[in-house]
């Protein structure tokens, strides 16, 4: 996992997205315009949380999150989602 230096704030969580499904449990290869939006990803760095909410999930952790939650972000060649952290749904 690579250090990044972006420091969320308050209740928000980074995740680097999980790469989408290229093959269905079948066996067929899924093409790159019908590829959802993936929902799994490794979270990179917390935020310290808010006096009423601590945060629950921790650095390292992978995560299932809601479909369009969060903040799409570019940082030094990598894509990532800044979200709060209500928008994580599951820890796995």
């Known amino acids: ?5 972006i420091k969320p704030l ?17 066996g067929i290869y899924i093409p790159d ?8 990803g490794k979270v990179i760095a917390v935020g310290p949380g808010t ?3 601590k945060i629950s999930v ?3 952790d992978k995560v299932i999150y809601e479909k369009f939650g969060g903040t799409e972000l570019k940082w030094e060649g990598n894509d990532y989602l800044m979200m709060q952290e209500k928008y994580i749904i599951a820890i796995i």
């Open 1 to 5: 996992m690579a250090k990044v230096s």
């Open 10 to 26: 308050a209740d928000r969580v980074l995740i680097e997205p999980m790469a989408a499904e290229t093959k269905t449990a079948s």
């Open 33 to 40: 315009t019908a590829k959802e939006k993936p929902q799994k």
């Open 51 to 53: 006096k009423d909410e």
């Open 58 to 60: 921790k650095v390292g």
